[in-house]
């Protein structure tokens, strides 16, 4: 910790959580509501097509960041992080991450404003990220044919950009659906 607080010196500190999903043309199939005696249909596409999104949210200022790529890998994570960094050039980033081995490897350049923290092994329910991805799945995927790879990800990330409008009423919603307990009493 006294590595973090000698780099500390003049920023904010910025707690943020970070995570990879794929999204792609395999359906995300939910229950729904139809009149009783009515089957609901739902047409899917059965393609293994699939975009990787990055994202990382800091719960207690209700800001998500996030990255479209092809693939999960130690390039891709640390241009996403130079991404986060030039974007909060004037704070300490703690970064929660989990234990892919995209986060540990040797060749990862860490941005100076950023400090990696990892989550206990096996804990996704504390990473509040994993939270975004079912509710963006259940917003963005549910039940819905994509005609392509490209529509899929268009949807993913105009959900996403609702999420991070940044209007009072959506920073408000991000915290109180990402900000837990837990996390105010760490900090």
């Given amino acids: 910790m006294a590595t ?13 959580f970070q995570d990879e999903a794929r999204f792609g043309r395999l359906p ?13 249909l739902v047409v899917a596409a059965i393609e293994r097509q699939f975009k990787y999104i990055y994202s990382a949210i800091s719960p207690f200022d209700g800001d998500i960041d996030w990255s479209v790529t092809d693939m999960m890998n130690t390039e891709n ?4 992080l130079q991404q986060i960094s030039r974007k909060y050039p ?10 892919a081995s995209s986060h540990r ?25 994993e939270h975004l991805w079912d509710y963006t799945r ?40 990402f900000c837990w307990p837990w996390m105010i009493s760490a900090i």
């Fill in 105 to 129: 490897s040797k060749e990862m350049e860490i941005p100076a404003n950023v400090h990696l923290q990892q989550l206990p092994p096996y804990c996704p329910e504390l990473n509040p990220v």
């Fill in 28 to 40: 995300v199939i939910r229950a729904a509501w139809v009149p009783s005696g009515v089957r609901p």
């Fill in 138 to 177: 259940e917003k963005a995927c549910a039940n819905r044919y994509f005609e392509n790879l490209n529509d899929v990800v268009e949807k993913v990330e105009h959900e996403l950009g609702k999420l991070a409008q940044g209007t009072l009423t959506m920073v408000n919603k991000v915290s109180q659906m």
């Fill in 90 to 99: 004037d704070d300490y980033l703690l970064m929660v991450v989990d234990g």
């Fill in 4 to 16: 973090i607080q000698s780099k500390l010196e003049g920023k904010n500190l910025r707690v943020m």
């Fill in 77 to 80: 994570m640390i241009l996403f």
